[in-house]
């Protein structure tokens, strides 16, 4: 006898869960570096209309197949279209391979955090301190343990008792972090060597005044793909998560609305992101502090701006670093919970076995993922040009890759399958008003499949 599907108690807690998705890592140490360096405020026009045409569509699609489906990534194309069952193994295999990285760097977060938290903060902020601590053969496999831990736990409680109550716990800490510690990047000001004085607010005219100078049509490309590759990831579209999110959404909740809500929740975070750092960095360190995004950003970058905050670098250090660990938990429980809900659907495990069995893969990846930087370094240049060691390849291959050919396949199906009528019946099947629903048809028939396949061949070099 199948068992009653798990569930979200209500609106609230699914919108919770899925802006814990949403904002992760991506908004903090990508979304501000990419407004900086393309064109502040236009970047951001840009991200906007992108969220709210592009991204509306592949979000809005995603968790209706979840819910008119109501089983995982694994299970639920194959159900609408038996042709369409390969992409459901491809969907979950995105989330498979992010888990481990995902955790390795959820475990530097750890570290980061237990370091300010005990008042050594400012030891990080030392030369050579990241590299010295990433290349160490045991301290990165612990706080991978640490991190893979704590978010099996959460997913071992279920939808509604775990991933449920631990996203209305976290979720409204992380605003308030947010809200504070970029308050406090406001008010600060510095005086360099040179007598410039630089103060929080003209960090924040780099973040929200549009900057056309140079611009030209090539560039303002870039600046398209850029926002787009952004919002794609910052929503957690392609790797299955919103479909798992949106099979326990209830039918009685109204999703339109709900969606809606993810996309304001994710955009803010991500422009609070970027008031709180881009300040911050632009005061101690000028225009050049802006030049790094990712983890040379976050645990090289940062670090020193913590430690020219003087007496109060050790207490925002730690603020910041437990936020960042709030955003990368959400995020993750949403990653693993999308390969657990698959393999429960597939194979008909128990959560409890299927979240063992991921937890043990997991760790065995993480594991090469930590041996990359020390045993078994190597250096690559991926297509696009850039360095890798294993991290930055799983990174590739499931970002780069895998999440467009999920996305571009996925608007196929909506679009010319089953047709977005299907889709726009499940949205609207209590009645409710659908605003975009000319919108919705021609992106995901057309313009988001488009923009995707640029996306790609952008990704693998070929324009
Ligand atoms: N959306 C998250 C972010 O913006 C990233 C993420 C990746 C979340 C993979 C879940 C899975 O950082």
Redesign the pocket.
Known sequence: MEKERNSFTGSIGFVLAAAG???????IWRFPYLAARDGGGLFLVVYLVLALTFGFALLMSEVAIGRMTRQSPLTAYGKLSKKFKPLGIIACIV?ML?MPY?CVIGGWVVKYFLAFLTGSGVSTAQDGYFTGFITDTSSPVGMTIVFLFLTMIVVLGGVDKGIERFSKVIMPLLVVLIIVISGFALSISHTDELGNVRTGFDGLKVLVIPDFTGLTVKGFFTVLMDAMGQLF????IA?G?MIAYGSYMRDEDNMSKSVGQIEIFDTAIAFLAGVMVIPAVYVFMGREGMESSGPGLMFVSLPMVFEKMGSAGNFIGALFFALVLFAALT?SV??LEAIVSSFMDQFHMTRVKATLIEGVIALAFGLLVCLGYNKLYFEVTLPNGAVAQILDIMDYVSNNLLMPIVAIFTCILVGWVTGPEKIIGEITKNGEKFGRRGLFIVMVKFVAPIMLVVLLLKAVGII
């Open positions: 998705s949403a904002v992760g890592l991506g908004n989330p992010i995902y990831y910052s929503l957690s790797m998560i995020s949403s990653i």
